[in-house]
T-cell receptor, first 117, second 113 residues
Framework: GAVVSQHPSWVICKSGTSVKIECRSL??????MFWYRQFPKQSLMLMAT?????????EQGVEKDKFLINHASLTLSTLTVTSAHPEDSSFYIC?????????????FGQGTRLTVV | AQTVTQSQPEMSVQEAETVTLSCTYD???????LFWYKQPPSRQMILVIR??????QNATENRFSVNFQKAAKSFSLKISDSQLGDAAMYFC??????????FGSGTKLNVKP
């Protein structure tokens, strides 16, 4: 199956700094990628939909200035958590929808555990 | 609005036995896709099985099968011959028309040896 690589797998940063998380589709093109946040023992909460070459679409309640998304190519989307605070600590997951084959399946990265201290 | 409901927060099954996880959804569309994803402790999301709404035949993948009841908007997952490696969180998901995926709240499956 298609592979999505997310990097880093885990990161610890100081409060007030910014952290960038990368999501790459390794063997397919993905016009659309999704960013999720998952709290312990909870479901995936969609944060935003990332579209190559255009602005991301953010879900209600998600601060677009805090969670910057860039989808500069058909294989790479990045999520930057700006001025991180301890409440931003969470598990972040990306997924990519394969353009070929009708795009009816999403492939997930392995996730990034962010800890802000 | 589309919603996906998993009413069983946690379930347990004996190894080699069969278990069924429930999922219901709400939609006004007629053509959509349904999925079951597995999330083991590693937290990597793994596709278990998918169902196209326009297909009447229930999808099957080895030990995993679904009972898709379109009129009732029900999409349950049956795991046969349960194995220890099946222990994980299971999420039901709905997808329509190049839109976003909607996930249920998840069911934690425990497999007892």
């Amino acid at each position: 199956g298609a592979v999505v690589s997310q990097h880093p797998s885990w990161v610890i940063c100081k409060s007030g700094t910014s952290v960038k998380i990368e999501c790459r589709s390794l063997d397919f093109q993905a016009t659309t990628m999704f960013w999720y946040r998952q709290f312990p023992k909870q479901s995936l909460m969609l944060m935003a939909t990332s579209n190559e070459g255009s602005k991301a679409t953010y879900e209600q309640g998600v601060e677009k200035d805090k969670f910057l998304i860039n989808h500069a190519s058909l294989t790479l989307s990045t999520l930057t958590v700006t001025s991180a605070h301890p409440e931003d600590s969470s598990f972040y997951i990306c997924s990519a929808r394969e353009d070929a084959g009708g795009g009816t399946e999403a492939f997930f990265g392995q996730g990034t555990r962010l800890t802000v201290v | 609005a589309q919603t996906v409901t998993q009413s069983q927060p946690e379930m347990s099954v004996q190894e080699a036995e069969t278990v069924t996880l429930s999922c219901t959804y709400d939609t006004s569309e007629s053509d959509y896709y349904l999925f079951w994803y597995k999330q083991p402790p590693s937290r990597q999301m793994i596709l278990v099985i998918r169902q196209e709404a326009y297909k009447q035949q229930n999808a099957t993948e080895n030990r995993f099968s679904v009972n898709f009841q379109k009129a009732a908007k029900s999409f349950s997952l049956k795991i046969s011959d349960s194995q220890l490696g099946d222990a994980a969180m299971y999420f039901c998901a709905y997808y329509y028309n190049f839109n976003k995926f909607y996930f249920g709240s998840g069911t934690k499956l425990n497999v007892k040896p």
